[in-house]
Every structure is written in structure tokens, then in C-alpha cells.
């Protein structure tokens, strides 16, 4: 394994079928983009997907709150 594969496996505690999983991941999960980072739950540790650095950025600034994405979700929709 290289050193992003053993960094991922012991952050995660994935194995290796799931690293390949992640590898087989073309794009990001949420709008498409280049796939950079493994998404988890920081409650639980699982893992959610894998998004890009920009998706990745915007869901941990809004906490993983639902509420909080779908409140930002109706601002941009009423104001544009």
C-alpha cells in the first residue's frame, strides 16, 4: 500500500476492500467534481463518501447540520 492508502486505512479503519472502494470513486459524490477526501460522520467515524475539496470544506464549516445546509439551501434559492 502506498502512503495515502495506509494513512486512509488507519484513520478510518478501512480495509482493503474498502480502500479500493474508495479508489474506484471518480468523481465527487456530491456535484461531480475531482475526488479528494474521504467524508466521515465525526460522531461515529464511519465513513460517508468521498467529495471533493470544496464540498469536503463546506459541509464541515456547516457542522454536518442538516439544518443548517437546508437553511443555507433556502437563502441562495430565495435570493436568487
Do not use: F, Q, W
Not at 476492500?17 to 465525526?42: F, K, N, Q
Not at 460522531?43 to 447540520?65: F, H, M, P, Q, Y
Amino acid at each position: 500500500m502506498c502512503g495515502r492508502h495506509v494513512r486512509r486505512a488507519n484513520r478510518y479503519s478501512l480495509g482493503k476492500d474498502e480502500l479500493e472502494l474508495i479508489d474506484a470513486v471518480t468523481e465527487c459524490e456530491s456535484c461531480g467534481g475531482p475526488p479528494d477526501h474521504v467524508d466521515h460522520d465525526h460522531e461515529t467515524g464511519d465513513v460517508r463518501g468521498i467529495l471533493c475539496t470544496s464540498c469536503n470544506t463546506a459541509l464541515g464549516l456547516l457542522k454536518d447540520s442538516e439544518d443548517r445546509i437546508l437553511a443555507l439551501y433556502r437563502y441562495v434559492v430565495t435570493k436568487c
